[in-house]
């Protein structure tokens, strides 16, 4: 479930920063989504490593472990949906190289 989920946003990722982004900077904005996947795995790696007691059992047993990242999960999403309602998208002629991101409405 998890690896179908992933599947799902990473294309719309790309789809997202082709779409976007200008044709220069198509693969820095993808740089930029691959590099926030990384620092969500490093932060994962830094929970896991300091919810651990001295014996190397977790402090997170059972639901609390998954409470703590759904959690996590609603306050992204109330950022993402903040972000969201501000967002103006634009779009971006892929043939044309001079042309300039027109706001859609």
């Known amino acids: 479930m998890i690896t179908a989920a992933e599947v799902l946003v ?23 989504y691959l590099l926030s996947v990384s620092l969500e795995n490093l932060f994962t790696v830094a929970v896991n490593h300091f919810t651990m007691d001295a014996s190397g059992n977790t402090t997170l047993v059972g639901a609390s472990y998954y409470w703590f990242f759904t959690n ?3 306050w992204t999403t109330g950022l993402f949906v903040l972000v969201v309602i501000f967002y103006k998208p634009r779009a971006y002629l892929q043939d044309d190289p001079n042309a300039l991101g027109e706001v859609v409405e």
């Open 72 to 74: 996590l999960m609603v």
């Open 10 to 32: 990473s294309i719309t990722c790309l789809e997202f920063s082709y779409t976007q982004a200008p044709k220069q900077m198509k693969s820095l904005i993808m740089s930029f």
